[in-house]
């Protein structure tokens, strides 16, 4: 079946560099879609992505849906503490019910 | 209230127990969507609702059954659990229009559940 993969699983950085994941797949999707989840709460949207070889920024994060329209790709500019948590990657599947498939994520901690 | 709750936060409960989950969503939207989410798994979709009415059930145990009353609001019945059933569940909502062209899925904080 269709499934995402989210790289690296963890990332462990000082607070004040750069960040980049991304997300591949065998699939071709027409929708990416980037979450944040912080310890004990929902994912939070952080950018969607709807045409291949969109840009799109949201603050310090800037996130490009790839060309061939299997893969994605996240950056955080100038981490800060609050940056930590579980970035996800998803893209929708199958109908038209907007059902979403998600990757594993990536686990990012800053050190200050 | 704003954006998509969901009660309990925290709920244990035996194998034997009948419990309830609540979500509940104030954004207008017209669908709604139970997840399940364990340690080192990507999110699994367990339910979804569209205007009311289930579309989707991804081969779910039947110990979980899902109630969606009004386009606000949906609830997930819990009995007879299994301690492998512990995990947090969450609820999204999103607003599907007609040619499915918008996917963003807005999360609850969702209920971490524990099975004893």
């Known amino acids: 079946g269709q499934q995402l993969n989210q790289s690296p699983q963890s990332m462990f950085i000082q607070e004040g560099e750069d960040v980049s994941m991304n997300c591949t797949s065998s699939s071709i999707f027409n929708t990416w879609l980037w979450y944040k989840q912080d310890p004990g709460e929902g994912p939070v949207l952080l950018i969607a992505?709807?045409?291949?070889?969109e840009l799109t920024s949201n603050g310090r994060l800037t996130a490009q849906f790839g060309i061939t329209r299997k893969d994605s790709f996240l950056n955080i500019s100038a981490s800060i503490p609050s940056d930590v948590g579980i970035y996800f990657c998803?893209?929708?599947?199958?109908?038209?019910?907007?059902?979403?498939?998600f990757g594993k994520g990536t686990k990012l901690s800053v050190k200050p | 209230e704003t954006g998509v709750t969901q009660t309990p936060r925290h709920l244990v409960m035996g194998m034997t127990n009948k419990k309830s989950l609540k979500c509940e969503q104030h954004l207008g939207h017209n669908a709604m969507y139970w997840y399940k989410q364990s340690a080192k798994k990507p999110l699994e979709l367990m339910f979804v609702?569209?205007?009311?009415?289930?579309?989707e059930n991804n081969s779910v145990p039947s110990r979980f059954s899902p109630e969606c009353p009004n386009s606000s609001h949906l609830f997930l019945h819990l009995h007879t659990l299994q301690p492998e059933d512990s995990a947090l569940y969450l609820c999204?909502?999103?607003?599907?229009?007609?040619?499915?062209?918008?996917?963003?899925?807005?999360f609850g904080p969702g209920t971490r559940l524990t099975v004893l």
């Open positions: 609702y569209s205007l009311e009415e289930r579309v």
């Open positions: 999204a909502s999103s607003q599907t229009l007609a040619g499915g062209e918008k996917y963003e899925q807005f």
């Open positions: 998803a893209a929708p599947y199958g109908g038209s019910q907007g059902n979403l498939i």
């Open positions: 992505l709807y045409k291949a070889g």
